[in-house]
């Protein structure tokens, strides 16, 4: 459970180092773009094209710190913890998928099965919130088990 818990953690914050290194990257060219802008005879044009990199350069910030925000979220997972409920860390098992709820990052391969990372802020993650083992929801018309929680 452990070591499972663990490659989860780790594949996740492989993706928000990707998406952390994307967005610095893109900050970087922004600002050398804003830096390098000469102003051209035609000053509305100026403008214009320095507020489109400057709205690039924020947006990028705040992609940026969402990822930082989301790593920090994922330290707070204890990884030797066995879970009764499904709560914040633990993983959810059903005959249909199996969640990590953590993250909302999506789908994660480990070992021939397919592991969902979700919040407790999705829709899935509100109807799983405190569920336990053998207890039954309904997602998307079809009614689901918990077989297991870890």
Same mark, same amino acid.
């Given at each position: ?11 996740? +914050? ?11 990257? @893109?900050?970087?060219? !922004?600002?050398?773009?804003?830096? +390098? ?13 320095? !507020? ?12 940026? +710190? ?10 707070q ?6 879970? &009764?409920? !499904? ?5 959810? &098992?059903?005959?249909? @998928? ?9 789908k ?7 592991? %969902? ?8 993650g ?5 569920? &336990?083992?053998? @207890? ?5 018309? &079809? ?5 297991? %929680?870890?």
């Amino acid at each position: 459970m452990t070591e499972l818990k663990e490659i989860l953690v780790n594949q996740l +914050n492989g993706i928000l180092d990707k998406r952390i290194e994307t967005a610095n990257r @893109d900050i970087q060219l !922004a600002i050398e773009s804003r830096d +390098n802008e000469t102003k051209s005879t035609a000053g509305d044009k100026y403008e214009t094209g320095r !507020a489109m990199v400057q709205f690039e350069l924020e947006k990028n910030k705040v992609q940026l +710190n969402k990822a930082i925000q989301l790593k920090n979220q994922l330290l707070q997972i204890d990884l030797h913890k066995k879970f &009764k409920k !499904a709560v914040f860390g633990s993983i959810v &098992k059903t005959a249909q @998928d199996n969640y990590f709820i953590s993250i909302g990052l999506g789908k994660i391969n480990v070992r021939n099965d397919s592991y %969902i990372a979700i919040s407790l802020a999705s829709p899935i993650g509100m109807i799983l919130n405190n569920k &336990k083992e053998g @207890d039954f929801f309904s997602f998307q018309d &079809k009614k689901i088990r918990i077989t297991e %929680i870890l």
